[in-house]
């Protein structure tokens, strides 16, 4: 995951890189030709994003799904506080440094939605169904992002978005039915595939009540401290399960798998995706974003051997073309 901080028009799971400059950065970004090395970087962040779904569902097979979560959500977070303060005290990037103590506990009570149930859900979904279906349904969060947003008054809805919506909407139960056909325990695929809904509807509630902090926090800091707040009710659940599993008979490829999602996935790929916004702007980075379940779906096919089903294909041109107009 995953997911991400556009204001109200952003995407998921995936992302929780923050940016707090993307206005002032939008000329510099228009003003900057070709393809360069962020594109490139970019492009990477969509592969590691779309590959995290093959690794989550392989290490959630030999690692009891909370045990892993809480292991790599407070490599996690750790991992984005140190690069917090060497940004800071060695680079003088984000000099203004961690924001006041109402801001702070503020984010960190919002990452305990978006990076605390959100990640429960979604590692437990995955567990569940197929990690291609899985990517598709989370992919569909900006339509839930800009409900949410209409109905409190903070996002215009045109009458394009609200065809993208719809299509996204209707692509989420076209990859729904393709998964239930193509998967022999129907109970457990919709299980997960529900568990995922919940959890990108979690996501999207989060990244719109995040909006105004993305304008008075630092995107290095904000990430930090919703990590943190993720990794509270995280550990308080998933603390017995990791107590309980026998981490010397944890397979090697399951300790990669593990730092793969904890780090790459939830650190490296955030920074990619904040540096993207800086240098490029908002909208040429989310739709690199939008690349994610691509790589998912194809990733999951050569290595898990998922199957893709011609629902899962409708699913995904409909869910990529809702995305598209929901951002035009």
Same mark, same amino acid.
């Given at each position: 995951?995953?997911?991400?901080?556009?204001?109200?028009?952003?995407?998921?799971?995936?992302?929780?890189?923050?940016?707090?400059?993307?206005?002032?950065?939008?000329?510099?970004?228009?003003?900057?030709?070709? =393809?360069?090395?962020?594109?490139?970087?970019?492009?990477?962040?969509?592969?590691? @994003?779309?590959?995290? &779904?093959?690794?989550?569902? &392989?290490?959630?097979?030999?690692?009891?799904? !909370?045990?892993?979560?809480? /292991?790599?959500?407070?490599?996690?977070?750790?991992? %984005?506080?140190?690069?917090?303060?060497?940004?800071?005290? /060695?680079f003088t990037i984000e000099p203004e440094g961690w924001?006041?103590?109402?801001?702070?506990?503020?984010?960190?009570?919002?990452?305990?939605?978006?990076?605390?149930?959100?990640? $429960?859900? =979604? /590692?437990?979904?995955?567990?569940?169904?197929?990690?291609?279906?899985?990517?598709?349904? $989370?992919?569909?969060?900006?339509?839930?992002?800009?409900?949410?947003?209409?109905l409190r008054g903070t996002e215009q809805v045109s009458?394009?978005?609200?065809?993208?919506?719809?299509?996204?909407?209707?692509?989420? #139960?076209?990859?729904?039915?393709?998964?239930?056909?193509?998967? #022999?325990?129907?109970?457990?695929?919709?299980? #997960?595939?529900?568990?995922? %809904?919940?959890?990108? !509807?979690?996501?999207?509630?989060?990244?719109?009540?995040?909006?105004?902090? *993305?304008?008075?926090?630092?995107?290095? +800091?904000?990430?930090?401290?919703?990590?943190?707040?993720?990794?509270?009710?995280?550990?308080?659940?998933?603390?017995?399960?990791?107590?309980?599993?026998? @981490? *010397? +008979?944890?397979?090697?490829?399951? @300790?990669?798998? %593990?730092?793969?999602? #904890?780090?790459?996935?939830?650190?490296?790929?955030?920074?990619?995706?904040?540096?993207?916004?800086?240098?490029?702007?908002?909208?040429?980075?989310?739709?690199?974003?939008? !690349?994610?379940? $691509?790589?998912?779906?194809?990733?999951?096919?050569?290595?898990?051997?998922?199957?893709?089903?011609?629902?899962?294909?409708?699913?995904?041109?409909?869910?990529? *073309?809702?995305?598209? !107009?929901?951002?035009?």
């Amino acid at each position: 995951m995953a997911s991400p901080l556009r204001g109200t028009r952003t995407q998921t799971p995936a992302d929780d890189a923050r940016l707090t400059r993307s206005e002032n950065d939008a000329p510099r970004a228009r003003t900057r030709p070709g =393809f360069g090395l962020t594109d490139v970087s970019l492009l990477l962040m969509a592969l590691i @994003w779309g590959v995290n &779904y093959t690794s989550v569902k &392989y290490a959630t097979s030999v690692i009891e799904p !909370l045990a892993f979560n809480g /292991v790599r959500v407070t490599l996690a977070a750790i991992s %984005l506080v140190l690069i917090a303060q060497v940004a800071t005290r /060695v680079f003088t990037i984000e000099p203004e440094g961690w924001p006041g103590a109402r801001d702070a506990i503020a984010l960190v009570l919002l990452g305990m939605l978006g990076n605390g149930v959100y990640q $429960i859900l =979604f /590692v437990e979904g995955i567990a569940r169904t197929r990690a291609g279906d899985a990517a598709l349904l $989370i992919s569909a969060a900006p339509a839930f992002i800009a409900i949410i947003g209409r109905l409190r008054g903070t996002e215009q809805v045109s009458a394009r978005g609200v065809v993208g919506i719809a299509l996204s909407i209707l692509g989420m #139960g076209f990859v729904v039915i393709g998964t239930t056909n193509a998967n #022999g325990d129907q109970r457990a695929t919709l299980l #997960g595939d529900s568990l995922l %809904l919940i959890s990108s !509807l979690c996501w999207s509630i989060y990244t719109v009540y995040l909006q105004p902090y *993305t304008h008075r926090t630092g995107g290095i +800091h904000l990430s930090a401290l919703t990590m943190v707040g993720g990794m509270v009710p995280l550990l308080a659940v998933a603390a017995p399960a990791m107590l309980a599993t026998d @981490w *010397t +008979h944890v397979p090697t490829l399951a @300790w990669g798998s %593990l730092a793969y999602s #904890g780090f790459f996935a939830l650190v490296i790929a955030y920074l990619f995706w904040y540096a993207g916004v800086r240098v490029l702007g908002p909208t040429r980075t989310a739709m690199y974003a939008n !690349l994610q379940p $691509i790589f998912a779906v194809a990733v999951a096919s050569l290595v898990l051997g998922e199957v893709i089903t011609g629902w899962q294909v409708a699913g995904a041109i409909s869910i990529i *073309t809702g995305l598209v !107009l929901t951002r035009s």
